[in-house]
């Protein structure tokens, strides 16, 4: 069953399509191992086997394949590049007054699959069938009132499912929150940010690629997640960490600057290349003496002494110097007192090396190639199922095809390799 899953998402099959292939593609049946006698499985078998393996089993595929390229050899274990992809959730995103009527459509048709005689009337709480384009704010008002009076009617009622609608539905109707479901038909996907203006509903891919080009580690996230908080990065590091995978420094973009990451990176005695969100303007004028521990203003003098400040320290500078200097009214320093306050973030990011940096970053672009490929050439830039369980199905199983057919590509470099050095030798 897993080799017919294999072949659906490499050549970007439906369940269907994959297995009518097997009724006349030999080829299909022979890497299935199916003989043309054998009968062959339903397209629901595959539904089913997905459902029974579930995401932690098909991790666990994932994650032996990438030990194998361990044994081989075939992995750096040098740079790791960090980073994630949205995928957008397949679903028609409703407006507001569109959800709360499907919330309540869907909880009516919960109760009625219980077989029960609803224990209060609510056949007036069945949403109209008419059409939602340009609701107005009447419509909106009546439809919140509809939901909260249905919500307090069936709470704690009906069966652990009608439960979880209901809990659903009533995060809807509270207007102080910011709406964060998306839909009733995929319940886990969420509005997320590509960037400051562009906008998406869906789930993230969250990977870690080997400078090899092979993806050793990844995740699945809600789109509301940001991916480089110290949570998600440290879950990231501790599957490279049970897998044995080292690695001697790790880059990312700046959504993952932050103190705790850097040093969540420096422990596992492994370099950080992440750039800063925002630029210092004021602090990148001091030269930092690593040897001393210092700080050096343009005119060449040395801070004196440092004080811990919230997340940082305040470099002190000698009034004495201070007062009669020539740049005193262009000076970056406090106007009160000669300090300049360094956040621990920054402490650790100046003390890196600027072309190692440079040359880091370069590498991580790579990434992006790697995400294109996936979505053009797997259709991972949409997900093929609902719910974040199946989506994680999707993206580990997009990532074991793409790191097979990597694989490929590395074994027969090496091969070419070791024929023109027998040749030579």
Known sequence: MFKILLLKFYCNLSDVEV?????????FRYFVEIKIED????????????????????????????????????LKEKLKIVDATHIIADVAIPNTVELLREGRKRILKAIGKEKKKFKVSLEE????????????????????????????????RYSPRVKKLTDLLEKVTQP?????????????????????????????????????????????LLGDENEGGEAHFETLLEK???????????????????????????????KHHI?????????NEFIY??????????????????????????????????????????????????????SNSHLLFIKTNPEENKKALEKRKRIEAKFGEAKKHYQMARAKYRGRWRVAIQVFMTFIVMNLKRVVKLLKENKAVAKLAVSSG
């Open 19 to 27: 297995v009518k292939q097997l009724k006349f593609n030999v080829l």
């Open 39 to 74: 009968p062959l499985p339903d397209d629901t078998s595959l539904v089913v086997f997905r459902k029974r393996l579930g995401e932690e089993r098909f991790e666990r595929i994932f994650d032996e394949f990438v030990k194998q390229c361990k044994e081989k050899g075939l």
């Open 125 to 156: 709480y069945s949403p109209e069938q008419e059409s939602l384009q340009g609701s107005s704010k009447e419509d909106l008002a009546k439809e919140l009132n509809l939901s909260k009076e249905l919500i307090e009617k069936v709470k704690g």
């Open 176 to 220: 102080e929150r910011k709406r964060k479901l998306v839909s009733f038909v995929d319940p886990d996907a969420r509005f997320g940010r590509k960037s400051r203006d562009k906008k998406f509903a869906g789930y993230k891919a969250h990977i870690v690629e080997d400078e090899s080009q092979i993806i050793t580690s990844c995740e699945t």
């Open 240 to 270: 490279e960490d049970k897998k044995g995978l080292k690695g001697e420094a790790v880059v990312g973009d700046a959504l993952y600057d932050s103190f705790s990451n850097r040093v969540n990176i420096e422990k596992r005695g492994m």
């Open 275 to 283: 750039p800063e969100k925002r630029e210092k303007k004021k602090v």
């Open 289 to 342: 003496n690593r040897r001393e521990d210092q700080l050096i203003c343009p005119e060449g003098y040395s801070s004196i002494g440092k004080t811990p400040y919230e997340n940082g320290y305040l470099y002190c500078f000698s009034p004495y110097f201070c007062r009669d200097c020539q740049r005193k009214k262009k000076c970056r320093l406090n106007k009160d007192r000669a300090r300049i306050y360094l």
